[in-house]
């Protein structure tokens, strides 16, 4: 059974940093792994997606890579803005599954 | 382009009673995937449908059901609400070709409450 974990749960840092957010899974027969941004109360935002075959996405100050035979992929925030602030979630899908297995995010709070 | 759309937005019931919440998918798009995400986690997958039958099932008891109708939209019923059904519920839809999974975009959720 694939799990996904999130490293760290919570993070606060202050505007224009750079920063890293770490995700995890167990099983690295993936088909893909995606990125969302969640607001409070809202739903889900598709950040960045990378397939199997890829090693990074990049959308303008985002970068995500993927190292599946380690199991981990990175989300990286380049020159953080008080409006990123949202939490973080990181899915997978595996190969042959219809569902996207989600961590439980990473809560990120950038301070003017 | 229309994106995933849910009703109703929030959702106030008591325990027992019973729920139906409803998603239109995107245009273009013939799959939607139903997830919970209680307070504080990550989503969790309810079922998928494709082609008007339901295409994966996760961990979730038979009181969780759904439909899918031929225009894609899709409906999550919900029988003898309980407590720990207050969650947001996410519907997400995509596009399935053979052999191809495709990405999921979201709704906005509904918010259900239970007392």
């Known amino acids: 059974k694939q799990e996904v974990t999130q490293i760290p749960a919570a993070l606060s840092v202050p505007e224009g940093e750079n920063l890293v957010l770490n995700c995890s899974f167990t099983?690295?027969?993936?088909?893909?792994l995606q990125w969302f941004r969640q607001d409070p109360g809202k739903g889900l935002t598709s950040l960045l997606l990378?397939?199997?075959?890829?090693r990074e996405q990049t959308s303008g100050r985002l970068n995500a890579s993927l190292d599946k035979s380690s199991g981990r992929s990175t989300l990286y925030i380049a020159a953080s803005q008080p409006g990123d602030s949202a939490t973080y979630l990181c899915?997978?899908?595996?190969?042959?599954?219809?569902?996207?297995?989600f961590g439980s995010g990473t809560r990120l709070q950038v301070q003017p | 382009e229309t994106g995933v759309t849910q009703s109703p937005t929030h959702l106030i019931k008591t325990r027992g009673q019973q729920v139906t919440l409803r998603c239109s998918s995107q245009?273009?798009?013939?799959?939607v995937s139903w997830y919970q995400q209680a307070l504080g986690q990550g989503p969790q997958f309810i079922f998928q449908?494709?082609?008007?039958?339901?295409?994966g099932r996760g961990n979730f008891p038979p009181r969780f059901s759904g439909l899918q109708f031929p225009n894609y939209s899709s409906e999550l019923n919900v029988n003898a609400l309980e407590l720990d059904d207050s969650a947001l519920y996410l519907c997400?839809?995509?596009?399935?070709?053979?052999?191809?999974?495709?990405?999921?975009?979201f709704g906005p959720g509904t918010r259900l409450t239970v007392l």
């Open positions: 245009s273009g798009h013939n799959t």
């Open positions: 099983d690295s027969a993936i088909y893909n």
């Open positions: 449908y494709y082609r008007e039958e339901e295409n």
């Open positions: 990378i397939q199997s075959s890829q």
């Open positions: 899915a997978v899908r595996g190969t042959g599954r219809r569902a996207l297995t």
């Open positions: 997400a839809s995509s596009l399935t070709r053979q052999g191809t999974y495709n990405e999921q975009f």
